[in-house]
């Protein structure tokens, strides 16, 4: 786990400051605290942090080529390097015993198609001097991320946005839509960031920016499902046979390592299928951690210790009582974008645990997304097993009958939306619908969010795969968005403020290609989900696993703002003086608290989102916020998106 950061003043090569650079590097010592390093020549700077894993003596950053041609940065590992080492080796010198060393050579044979190559995590920048160009790229899911800045003059690039922002050429004004994006899911999904001049490297993606300023961004992985599938000739002893192949490889790969390694252990399939395959290939107990929240109702604790037991693993539980007044404020700044997930504290929780026996730990992350485990995909099953029953012409009428019922009875839930394609279920995640957001809007934040809509971009999401079949539609849009956007930024954010590296192998690319070629019924069949994922496990984990029901942290956020976080809200988002007024209705805001209060309506997910964005904008301040205008841009700017680079 390291981080990453360079600046190229492409127009002018004019020296890069080093003191900026260094400033910039050392914005994420929590991420990668044992070595930095920096390299200067003409208007290049690049930038590194490290937290020592694999080859701590050797793989020293930025690193040069044989020649000297090429320097990289790289944040992440390449799980199949030894095999790119033996393909490499009768061709290059090889100078270290680490990873990252492939992706140099692997750059001199394929240029920029070596992303190809890799089986991992990364986000990696190469300046080819002899070309006189640098590669940006990230890894397929997007586990590791890499924000950038460019325009007619210089590239900025780091791990984070917090090291952008120490460069005073890179002008700070939000992106309204990307406001508008936030709201709407409580994340904010690349290309976007919440400024506009600043933009995150998408999942699958590389961008190669030339000494002229030309610029290219290339997709070179997608995650596509397969309509019809390739294996529906197969058994599903044959496909869980290969899954649990695929899986025990991508696990055992994950396991290389220099340094004290482990793995979380929640109890739920994902983790304890990781857990029982680590099992299977160490020679000593995996060392496993979970924690539970004082007076969880759905402490998983029990189930976690089942599957230590039946794996004999190094068991670490821990209960905790959560001081969310201090540690709200402080993730808060840490993600560096307004970020509303709140199981973004359960996660570091666990991560500072672990991170006191291990270095690396092993995730069920991904799990949901590649097997169908979401409750909403089973909620959509629901859906369309009822519209089979109700003819096309009768549904509007009954969907408008069902909404006289009680909002949270079960007749309104379902019927009230019988009209709608099952994919619905994949919209009703938001903390704020298109209505509520209209509502909350000033007149001046309307004019800047303009014809942007996050509610039509998911819906956009849906209708580019509406050959496949709903649930393949609803993964789909969880693997675009939901995945890249939040799932992997809040275990990335949690983990690295704890200097903690993630592995997940259930996000391996082969296990997920795999998958996309499974028929959906071996994913969720009726109430049953990640049908092929349990099958695969049987041979690893305890019945009692297998049959388990669904579960997750159910945080008391609604207590916590009637609560501990009631001082928070009132002195910060609803006092006079919130910055959120500055483009939100301040009397909505209010009425949305006494809602809340008074018990009449649950708006917990909302206000939380409204408190973390809130705070954010206090950690980092807006300059000329009050007049909803950023001292950056002129009024003629305003509101006008950056234009883009010349092609190359």
Known sequence: MCGICGIWHFASNEPVDAELLARMTRQFVHRSPDEEGFHCEGGVGLGFRRLGDIDLATSHQPMPNEDGSLRLVANGEIYNSQELRDRLAPRHTLRTQGDIETILHAYEEHGVDCVHQFRGMFAFAIWDRAQQRMTLAVDRFGKKPLYYALDGKKLVFGSELKCLRQHPGIALDLDYPALDEYLSTGYVRAPRSIYRTIRKLPPGHTLTVAANGGSRLAEYWHPRLCAPPEHSQASIEELAAELRERLLEAVRLRMISDVPLGAFLSGGIDSSIVVGLMSRLSSRPVKTFSIGFEGDPNDESPYARAVAVHCRTDHVHEIVKPDVVDILPKLVR???????????????????????????????????????????????????????????????????????????????????????????????????????????????????????????GREAIFESVKGLGYLSQLQYADLVGFLPGDGLVKVDRASTLASLEVRSPLLDHRVFEFMARVPPHYKLDGRESKVLLKRAAGEVLPPSILTRRKRGFDLPAGEWLRGPLRPMLEDLLLAPGARTATFLDQTGVRRLAKEHADGRMRHDSRLWALLCLELWLREFPQPGAETGASRHTSPESRGNPPRPAAPL
């Open 334 to 456: 840490h993600y560096d974008e307004p970020f509303a997930d709140n199981s973004m504290i359960p996660t570091y929780y666990v991560s500072v645990m672990a991170r006191k026996a291990v270095t690396i730990a092993l995730s069920g992350d991904g799990g949901d997304e590649v097997f169908a485990g979401y409750q909403w995909y089973r909620r959509a099953y629901r859906h369309s097993r009822l519209q089979a029953f109700i003819p096309g012409l009768l549904r509007p009428a009954v969907a408008v009958l069902a909404r006289v019922f009680p909002p949270d009875s079960t007749v309104h839930r379902y019927l009230g939306v019988i009209d709608q394609p099952p994919t619905c279920w994949g919209l009703a995640q938001e903390y704020f619908n298109r209505g509520r957001r209209a509502r909350l809007y000033n007149d001046w934040t309307r004019t800047q969010v303009g014809e942007s809509d996050a509610d039509a």
